[in-house]
């Protein structure tokens, strides 16, 4: 046996996914998390996980996990205390940031605190002009006494940040060389390292918040490495990154800033080989687990890479998949606001104490309460029977609530359904409508615990016609992990319009990054057969503030790349804003690099076509109470694993697994294609 195991670490659940390279077995396991240290839960997953398939440690050949803690730590604001040096003058950017309000209309909204507080923020005397010749040179007995100081208040981190660093980073360099000297036991990042590219504010922020997860990271690796070799797990393993690749343990607690979508970014992976899998390009993959709901989009099968986003209030420059996320989760507590409202989320039970229905103490219903009430979740266990649940406490719940609102409790539940899928569909709309898309032109991918018994009702929100159920939905972000690949990203801005001539300067810029990105294939051990580049600017029109990244064709750059790139930024610019200024210069702002290395996959196999009928699969009926009906509707329950290929179901309908559950609506049907996949569509 070779067993490669994908681990996601989750607010509520930890989900595990084992898959046998000799026969193709794939095995799926949920373990409680463990919020106060997640590698707990992790080592737990493992274990049971290996016992259930009656496997050794000495057989598994992978292992890669993703991971919420650096997210969390950012959330909470349980990083380090952190120290930042920056160029004299420039200690308040990182709190004045670019002077915009974080609502436009809302006048009582709070940006986020600064991870660095005003007197650990120390100026030092150096400046570089925007072309890299020196100014002020580095004041390094300034630097020394900063590196005294950020001791002595008892710092765990140091950032390090100066105007114009990643044009000529020397100044960085030196400064950061002093600084472990005099204080060795201190993380220490500098911005060049980061992030290389313009716009200082987003760049020193992505630098703080990089120093203050930095030690967070680092002590959850060693202690998640140590529990690993506890088990007598040999293989090197890997943890995802927020461009959907994994990376080595070394680099993530270096890196930990390109950790913090660690977990969503392989549902996307997921959802790509879904999409190869099943031949469905255009998908908009939809990860509804027990805290949030996380969507993306793909089209021709590729989603979308950002080079920054705000992650809870806080800039970050780094590479990152597209992905829109939204407090709405099973978990999600349902409750009155101000106005007498009923509103969902963002707060969540988490895995601790967890919906009502979980009898742990909590008292506010929650999303999987709603759904408990409604039977559309059964009613008496989940888990596949693993977990018993108390229905009459939900009910309990729900009817308080509807007490407070003045509504039959039946009513209040499917209306905390509603709201909830208003919720996730609004997310769908940033990621689709509001960026050119047509959600019909798409089908819907559901994973996550939660995504399938909402997903009927969301793509009716959005009219969307088709729904793709993988075979192991619970643990879509755990399956992403055995189907992704090595991935680095390498950046440089040199700024300069787009004319004839530039074929020498852009070749260059390009060799400069493919030379970082070997480095980075040879400390990964990465073959040389199994290596490939990938090339993006980001180009603007002169007097634009934002950038698109458009893709450099392969090869030598000459003047067929030069056009190429014209013609793909007019293109995008076209699709985004809806005009081309023909007459405006173009310029060439930021130039990319992305390394990716092929490592083996788990490689699933086609079945062999059953025919229609679905009888065998069947496990029984129970009433599910739906708004079509006003009223409980007795529908078929379907085991899940008992589904084969061909296999044809009309709802009103359910389908349960251990991991997930499916609702069909009325007028919905599904069909089984060969890879096991469950396929819904709108009659």
Same mark, same amino acid.
């Not at 996307?268 to 805290?291: C, E, H, N, R, S």
């Given at each position: 046996?070779?067993?490669?195991?994908?681990?996601?670490?989750?607010?509520?659940?930890?989900?595990?996914?084992?898959?046998?390279?000799?026969?193709?077995?794939?095995?799926?396991?949920?373990?409680?998390?463990?919020?106060?240290?997640?590698?707990?839960?992790?080592?737990?997953?493992?274990?049971?996980?290996?016992?259930?398939?009656?496997?050794?440690?000495?057989?598994?050949?992978?292992?890669?996990?993703?991971?919420?803690?650096?997210?969390?730590?950012?959330?909470?604001?349980?990083?380090?205390?952190?120290?930042?040096?920056?160029?004299?003058?420039?200690?308040?950017?990182?709190?004045?940031?670019?002077?915009?309000?974080?609502?436009?209309?809302?006048?009582?909204?709070?940006?986020?605190?600064?991870?660095?507080?005003?007197?650990?923020?120390?100026?030092?005397?150096?400046?570089?002009?925007?072309?890299?010749?020196?100014?002020?040179?580095?004041?390094?007995?300034?630097?020394?006494?900063?590196?005294?100081?950020?001791?002595?208040?008892?710092?765990?981190?140091?950032?390090?940040?100066?105007?114009?660093?990643?044009?000529?980073?020397?100044?960085?360099?030196?400064?950061?060389?002093?600084?472990?000297?005099?204080?060795?036991?201190?993380?220490?990042?500098?911005?060049?390292?980061?992030?290389?590219?313009?716009?200082?504010?987003?760049?020193?922020?992505?630098?703080?918040?990089?120093?203050?997860?930095?030690?967070?990271?680092?002590?959850?690796?060693?202690?998640?490495?140590?529990?690993?070799?506890?088990?007598?797990?040999?293989?090197?393993?890997?943890?995802?990154?927020?461009?959907?690749?994994?990376?080595?343990?070394?680099?993530?607690?270096?890196?930990?800033?390109?950790?913090?979508?660690?977990?969503?970014?392989?549902?996307?992976?997921?959802?790509?080989?879904?999409?190869?899998?099943?031949?469905?390009?255009?998908? !908009?993959?939809?990860?509804? %687990?027990?805290?949030?709901? &996380?969507?993306? +989009?793909?089209?021709? /099968?590729? $989603? @979308?890479?950002?080079?920054?986003?705000?992650?809870?209030?806080?800039?970050?420059?780094?590479?990152?998949?597209?992905?829109?996320?939204?407090?709405?989760?099973?978990?999600?507590?349902?409750?009155?606001?101000?106005?007498?409202?009923?509103?969902?989320?963002?707060?969540?039970?988490?895995?601790?104490?967890?919906?009502?229905?979980?009898?742990?103490?909590?008292?506010?219903?929650?999303?999987?309460?709603?759904?408990?009430?409604?039977?559309?979740?059964?009613?008496?266990?989940?888990?596949?029977?693993?977990?018993?649940?108390?229905?009459?406490?939900?009910?309990?719940?729900?009817?308080?609530?509807?007490?407070?609102?003045?509504?039959?409790?039946?009513?209040?539940?499917?209306?905390?359904?509603?709201?909830?899928?208003?919720?996730?569909?609004?997310?769908?709309?940033? !990621?689709?409508?509001?960026? %050119?898309?047509?959600?019909? &032109?798409?089908? +819907?991918?559901?994973? /996550?615990? $939660? @995504?399938?018994?909402?997903?009927?009702?969301?793509?009716?929100?959005?009219?969307?016609?088709?729904?793709?159920?993988?075979?192991?939905?619970?643990?879509?972000?755990?399956?992403?992990?055995?189907?992704?690949?090595?991935?680095?990203?390498?950046?440089?801005?040199?700024?300069?319009?787009?004319?004839?001539?530039?074929?020498?300067?852009?070749?260059?810029?390009?060799?400069?990054?493919?030379?970082?990105?070997?480095?980075?294939?040879?400390?990964?051990?990465?073959?040389?057969?199994?290596?490939?580049?990938?090339?993006?600017?980001?180009?603007?029109?002169?007097?634009?503030?934002?950038?698109?990244?458009?893709?450099?064709?392969?090869?030598?750059?000459?003047?067929?790349?030069?056009?190429?790139?014209?013609?793909?930024?007019?293109?995008?610019?076209?699709?985004?804003?809806?005009?081309?200024?023909?007459?405006?210069?173009?310029?060439?702002?930021?130039?990319?690099?992305?390394?990716?290395?092929?490592?083996?996959?788990?490689?699933?196999?086609?079945?062999?076509?059953?025919?229609?009928?679905?009888?065998?699969?069947?496990?029984?009926?129970?009433?599910?109470?739906?708004?079509?009906?006003?009223?409980?509707?007795?529908?078929?329950?379907?085991?899940?694993?008992?589904?084969?290929?061909?296999?044809?179901?009309?709802?009103?309908?359910?389908?349960?697994?251990?991991?997930?559950?499916?609702?069909?609506?009325?007028?919905?049907?599904?069909?089984?294609?060969?890879?096991?996949?469950?396929?819904?569509?709108?009659?």
């Amino acid at each position: 046996m070779a067993w490669r195991i994908g681990i996601d670490s989750g607010g509520t659940f930890t989900d595990v996914c084992l898959f046998d390279d000799a026969t193709g077995r794939v095995e799926v396991w949920k373990v409680p998390s463990t919020p106060d240290d997640p590698s707990r839960a992790i080592a737990r997953g493992t274990e049971e996980g290996l016992a259930r398939v009656g496997a050794g440690a000495a057989d598994v050949v992978y292992f890669g996990h993703g991971t919420t803690v650096a997210t969390n730590a950012l959330i909470q604001h349980r990083g380090v205390k952190t120290g930042l040096l920056t160029t004299a003058g420039f200690r308040d950017l990182i709190e004045i940031g670019r002077q915009k309000r974080p609502e436009l209309y809302d006048l009582q909204a709070d940006k986020a605190p600064a991870l660095v507080t005003r007197d650990l923020r120390i100026e030092v005397g150096e400046r570089l002009r925007h072309d890299g010749s020196v100014m002020t040179p580095l004041d390094e007995a300034a630097v020394r006494a900063a590196a005294l100081t950020l001791k002595a208040a008892g710092v765990k981190a140091v950032a390090i940040g100066f105007l114009y660093g990643f044009v000529r980073p020397d100044h960085e360099v030196r400064a950061r060389a002093i600084v472990e000297e005099v204080f060795p036991d201190a993380f220490v990042c500098a911005s060049h390292e980061v992030a290389p590219e313009f716009r200082e504010y987003e760049r020193i922020s992505t630098a703080v918040v990089n120093a203050y997860l930095g030690p967070v990271m680092h002590g959850y690796i060693r202690r998640l490495a140590a529990r690993l070799a506890e088990l007598g797990i040999a293989v090197a393993p890997h943890l995802t990154q927020s461009n959907g690749g994994v990376i080595g343990f070394d680099a993530a607690a270096r890196l930990p800033v390109r950790t913090v979508l660690s977990g969503p970014s392989t549902g996307v992976v997921a959802g790509q080989a879904l999409g190869v899998m099943t031949g469905i390009p255009d998908l !908009i993959t939809f990860d509804m %687990g027990g805290t949030s709901s &996380d969507v993306a +989009l793909l089209k021709n /099968g590729v $989603a @979308g890479l950002a080079s920054d986003a705000t992650v809870h209030g806080y800039p970050i420059k780094a590479p990152m998949l597209d992905i829109h996320t939204v407090g709405a989760g099973g978990g999600s507590i349902a409750h009155i606001d101000s106005g007498g409202l009923l509103k969902v989320g963002p707060r969540s039970a988490g895995a601790d104490p967890g919906p009502v229905c979980y009898d742990r103490g909590n008292t506010e219903p929650t999303v999987t309460d709603a759904n408990v009430v409604l039977q559309t979740l059964n009613p008496q266990e989940l888990l596949g029977g693993r977990m018993k649940i108390r229905q009459d406490l939900a009910v309990a719940a729900v009817k308080r609530l509807a007490e407070q609102l003045g509504m039959d409790p039946m009513e209040t539940a499917q209306g905390i359904v509603s709201v909830v899928t208003a919720n996730m569909a609004k997310a769908i709309r940033v !990621i689709s409508v509001q960026r %050119g898309h047509d959600p019909r &032109d798409y089908t +819907l991918v559901a994973f /996550g615990g $939660a @995504g399938p018994v909402h997903a009927a009702r969301l793509a009716r929100e959005l009219d969307m016609k088709r729904i793709l159920v993988p075979r192991n939905p619970g643990i879509g972000c755990a399956l992403g992990l055995l189907l992704t690949d090595l991935r680095a990203n390498f950046a440089t801005t040199r700024l300069m319009t787009l004319a004839a001539g530039l074929e020498s300067e852009i070749g260059g810029i390009f060799e400069g990054l493919a030379a970082e990105a070997g480095h980075w294939f040879d400390e990964e051990a990465v073959a040389s057969a199994d290596r490939r580049l990938r090339r993006t600017v980001d180009m603007r029109y002169r007097g634009q503030n934002y950038e698109l990244a458009i893709d450099v064709p392969d090869g030598p750059v000459g003047p067929a790349t030069l056009a190429a790139l014209a013609d793909g930024f007019a293109a995008a610019h076209k699709r985004l804003y809806g005009f081309v200024a023909a007459e405006e210069a173009v310029q060439l702002v930021t130039f990319r690099v992305e390394a990716i290395g092929f490592v083996p996959k788990a490689e699933f196999k086609p079945e062999p076509d059953a025919g229609p009928d679905a009888s065998a699969a069947k496990m029984g009926e129970r009433e599910v109470w739906f708004p079509e009906a006003h009223g409980f509707v007795r529908v078929t329950v379907y085991d899940r694993e008992k589904l084969k290929p061909g296999n044809r179901i009309v709802g009103p309908a359910i389908v349960e697994q251990m991991d997930a559950t499916t609702v069909l609506l009325p007028n919905m049907t599904a069909h089984v294609e060969p890879y096991l996949n469950l396929i819904l569509e709108t009659l």
